[in-house]
């Protein structure tokens, strides 16, 4: 994963994240705690999801195929994250 797809991933992730938090109230982390698991999510699923060969290795281009998976997977993995955040969040807050 180039230095380009890493970012774009965690800028989308972060983005998101806090679309997931706006659009689920209850799994809402805040402002902060949505950007942070986005970010976190974003680079998680970019990167996952390279490894897997699923996202083509861009190989320092900026086509535009890989320009959209990179934003898909991590607006995707930063929202996925920050369900699971939310989720165990409140899982703990029961006990």
């Known amino acids: ?3 380009i797809s890493l970012l ?3 800028v989308s992730g972060a983005v998101g994240g806090n679309v997931a ?7 809402n982390l805040g402002p ?5 698991a986005g970010i976190l999510g974003g680079g998680i699923g ?3 999801l390279q490894a897997a060969g699923v996202l083509a ?3 320092g281009s900026l086509d535009i195929g890989s320009i959209i998976g990179n934003v898909a ?3 995707v993995g930063g929202a996925v ?3 699971i955040v939310s989720l165990l969040r409140s899982a703990m807050a029961k006990t």
């Open 1 to 3: 994963m180039d230095l």
């Open 8 to 10: 774009i991933s965690l």
């Open 21 to 27: 938090g706006a659009a689920m109230s209850d799994k």
């Open 32 to 36: 902060l705690g949505n950007s942070i």
């Open 46 to 48: 970019g990167a996952l």
């Open 57 to 59: 290795q861009s190989g």
């Open 73 to 75: 997977s991590g607006g």
């Open 81 to 83: 994250l920050l369900v």
